[in-house]
């Protein structure tokens, strides 16, 4: 049973717009949540997380919001450029060493 | 200044044949885990260990075994290969109370003939 989702498998925009990732999780245990950056051949690299006490996190160009009662997260990149096309990760975690992660959404974008 | 490395890069081996991947990092942390990225780009955790415990995820066969010869080193050692072993496979690591942010190896890309 896949408790974190990724239902969009790949994302294109444009340079200098705003990419938006989803991500969808069931498990209500889950508290705290991350996003993780994978460029081809390497290891995912640590984005940005959230913890469910709060509803916004902020880094950047980076935000990540979090929809307790929905489920529902998402990762804002404002204003998008070329270096962030990559797998884009959301995990979950509902302990200390535990965590869940979706499938991954491709993001591309073009100068 | 890697902080966390695996070795090999690719492993090319024959089913039935036993196998090790090797994982150190440098960030002086407690605890190293084991993915595994299968054929649909889901990554799983096998197992958690740190110097005190060692958690395994249910679903991992008794085949798959880390081994851990410090607190810098969780070594990856798989009996009897099959071909449904072929993915990659990432070691991971993180440190403290928390423990929620982890830092991810480059991957073993690990095929099986």
């Known amino acids: 049973d896949q408790q974190v989702k990724q239902n969009s498998p790949s994302l294109s925009v444009q340079e200098g717009r705003i990419s938006i990732l989803n991500c969808d999780y069931t498990?209500?245990?889950?508290?705290?949540f991350l996003w993780y950056k994978k460029y081809p051949a390497e290891g995912p690299t640590f984005l940005i997380s959230i913890s469910s006490i709060k509803d916004k996190n902020e880094d950047g160009r980076f935000t990540v919001f979090l929809n307790k009662s929905a489920k529902h997260l998402s990762l804002h990149i404002v204003p998008s450029q070329p270096g962030d096309s990559a797998v884009y990760f959301c995990a979950a975690s509902a302990a200390v060493n535990d965590m869940r992660f979706g499938a991954g959404t491709r993001l591309t974008v073009k100068p | 200044d890697t902080a966390v490395s695996q070795t090999p890069k690719y492993l090319v081996t024959q089913m039935g044949n036993d196998k090790s991947i090797k994982c150190e990092q440098n960030l002086g942390h407690d605890t190293m885990y084991w993915y595994k990225q299968d054929s649909k780009k889901f990554l799983k955790i096998m197992f958690s260990?740190?110097?005190?415990?060692?958690?395994i995820n249910e679903t991992v066969p008794n085949r798959f075994s880390p081994k851990s010869p410090d607190k810098a080193h969780l070594n990856l050692h798989i009996n009897s290969l099959e071909l449904g072993d072929s993915a990659v496979y990432f070691c991971?690591?993180?440190?403290?109370?928390?423990?929620?942010?982890?830092?991810f190896g480059p991957g073993t890309r690990l095929t099986v003939t």
């Open positions: 498990n209500s245990m889950f508290d705290y």
């Open positions: 260990y740190n110097n005190k415990e060692l958690i």
């Open positions: 991971a690591s993180s440190q403290g109370a928390s423990r929620r942010v982890q830092y």
